[in-house]
């Protein structure tokens, strides 16, 4: 609702309570005492204004499903509940425009939704459909024709040691958990979830070995993974739709 429309609504509904149901006027006699005005309506809460934070339901939550939408972050469905989907695009786009990731929305949350910052390529070559990651902040960025198409939230490899089986290995191998900086290309997928040493992976697109974008029950807001790039799951759900094959992928760590 346009504030407009709202300070419209609000001066109409103090008009009618403050009317009278008087059918004649007072006597001639009679000295009309002077009223004191009605004090201004108070707008009502605005995307732009009110504080949100996880959990939080309403219009205003709505308006800021769809803003995020229009940026091409994916909040999932548009229903008015600040869940997780709604959190994890949040959170993208707080990293993308270098504020720190928390939850309460405040004002200069608002202000950069109205004038949001634009990604940063990870790389000097840039190929009209690809995919940039960036580590430090963890998301990633699709895309297509040279422009973004879809910004999204990422865990990535926690760096911590671990120890486990490859595929038809007899003994462990040890290695730190990390998602390798580089240019790769897209290539081996599998629709479904999928079984690995290490965990499940949904809709896996690999692009560096054994390292793939895929979904994921659990992707917080710090690296997690064994080395993967996880995904949000209302996410990967499409995301091997809009990425092909032997397509450019640039992973970098910006300082």
Known sequence: MRMSAVLLSAAVLVTGCNGTDEAAGPPPTTVARPTTPAPPPTPSPTPTQRKLKPGAKGEDVKALQRRLKELNYDPGKVDGKYGTSTQLAVWAFQAVNGMKQKGTLDKPFWEALASPEQPEPMAKKREKDRV??????????????????????????????????????????????????????????????????LGRLYNPIYFNGGIAFHGALDVPRYPASHGCVRLPMHIAEYFPDLLGTNVPVHVRRPK
């Open 132 to 197: 940039d990651v960036d580590l430090k902040r963890q998301y990633l960025v699709l895309y297509k024709d040279g422009r973004p198409r879809l910004i999204t939230h990422i865990s990535s490899g926690s760096g911590e040691y671990y120890c486990a089986k490859d595929r038809g290995a007899k003994v462990p191998r040890c290695r730190y958990a990390t998602t390798g900086t580089g240019d790769f290309r897209t290539g081996r997928r599998a629709s479904g979830w999928e079984t690995s040493p």
